[in-house]
C-alpha cells in the first residue's frame, strides 16, 4: 500500500481515460442537472455552449472515476476528502470527447487531530482530445499514515 | 423571468428537499466513486466514515438537482457556473438523510468580455434533517442580463 509518508511533493502524474457518451451526458443531466444547455442540441445552440454539453458536476463524476482506479492502481490508502479549494469549469465538455488527467502533489501534512491521518493538496487538470484544459481544481485528499506513532513534524 | 438586474445582494433563501437512498448512493459510487466506504457498511465501519455514506460529487449532484429545481420555480436565466470557489464535504451523509439548501448571495458583477452575461457569488449551505451542515460551497453563477445596451457599472 501506499501511505503518506509514500507521498512526494511535487510529483507529477499523467492517467485516465474516459469517453465521454452523449447518452451518459443526458442521462446524468436529467437526474441531476436538468438546464436545457445538457439536455439538447437546439436549446444549448441558443447559448455560449453552442451544442449539447456535459453538467460539469458530470465532468467531477467522470474524473473521479478515473482518479479512483488511479488510486486503485496505486494501492494508496485514500480515505476520502474534506473538499475542494478551486474548481474551475474551463472549456465545454462535449460528448464524443475522451477525457484524462494530469496531477500536481503541492503539498502534504499530517492531521494534528488525527494522527493517524495525514492530508495532501494537489492540483488536478482534467484535458480533452486536444489537449485543452476543460477542468482544473486543487483537491484535498486524506490518505493514512503507515506509522501513526511517529513524531508530526511542524 | 429572473435576469441579472433582479438578482439582489444578500438576499437569502432555503429550499430543496432530497430524501437519499442506499440504492442511489450505491449506484452512484458503483458508477463514479467505487471506494470501499461508499459501497459497503463492513468497510466503511474500519474508517472515520462509520457506516455507508454518499461519495462527496453524489452530494454535489443531489445538491444540484435542488438548486435547478429552484431556478425553475424563480424562472431564473442561468447560463452555467465557471466554476466554485470553496467546496468543503463537512459531514458524511448517509442514506435515509434529507437534504436542504441555504443560500446567500454574496456579490455580483457584469462580465466585461461579455456583456449579455453577468456573473454572481453565492454561498450556498446543505443541511441534513438534524440542522447539520454537511457541505458548502461558493458558487459563481452565470446569468443573462436583461438589458445588455446598458453601461457596465464599475
Redesign the interface.
Known sequence: MDYFEDIEVGRKARFGRYEVTREEVVE?AK?????A?HLNDDAAAK???GRLSA????T???T??ML?RN?EENRQA????????????IKPVYPGDTLRVESTVLEKRRSES?PE?GIFKSRLTVFNQNDEPVMSMVSNGLIQVRDPDAAIET
Open positions: 446524468f437526474k441531476y442537472d436538468p438546464q444547455f447559448t455560449h455552449f453538467s460539469g458536476w458530470h467531477c463524476a467522470m473521479m472515476s479512483v488510486m485514500g480515505l476520502g476528502s474534506p473538499g475542494i479549494d478551486e474548481l474551475r469549469w488525527r491521518m
